[in-house]
């Protein structure tokens, strides 16, 4: 489950945030994780709640937002969201295509208590 190393290193960053801004508490966190990050949220918010035991996110929330698959045709420029998975172009049917958004996995928002 490569989700705690991915946790692991998210809590290097929030801790950093929480001094950068002498904070003692982080009270939640929200992620946009897309479609095709390779990530689980599931189990990425498990990690979360068994890692941030005994530090200053021991209280924070976890909010996990999807993000869809958005793909942009290289032929006629025609941009659609899939749910399917489909990676061909709904209005020329070209499969030269280019993912632009759902492969993120962005710290999006950090709540703190100063």
């Known amino acids: 489950m490569h989700e705690l190393s991915i946790v692991a290193s998210l809590f290097e960053t929030l801790e950093e945030k ?8 982080i009270t939640m966190v929200r992620l946009k994780v897309g479609k095709l990050a390779g990530v689980v949220p599931e189990f990425l918010k498990t990690a ?19 993000s869809p698959v958005r793909v942009r045709c290289r032929r006629c420029s ?4 899939r749910d399917d998975f489909v990676f061909s172009c709904a209005d020329c049917g070209s499969t030269d295509i280019e ?14 208590e100063v």
């Open 99 to 112: 993912v632009v958004e759902g492969l993120e996995l962005l710290l999006d928002r950090i709540e703190l």
């Open 48 to 66: 979360f709640d068994t890692y941030k035991e005994g530090t200053i996110a021991a209280d924070a929330a976890l909010e996990i937002e999807d």
């Open 78 to 81: 025609a941009e659609v969201t």
């Open 18 to 25: 929480a001094r950068e801004h002498r904070s003692g508490r």
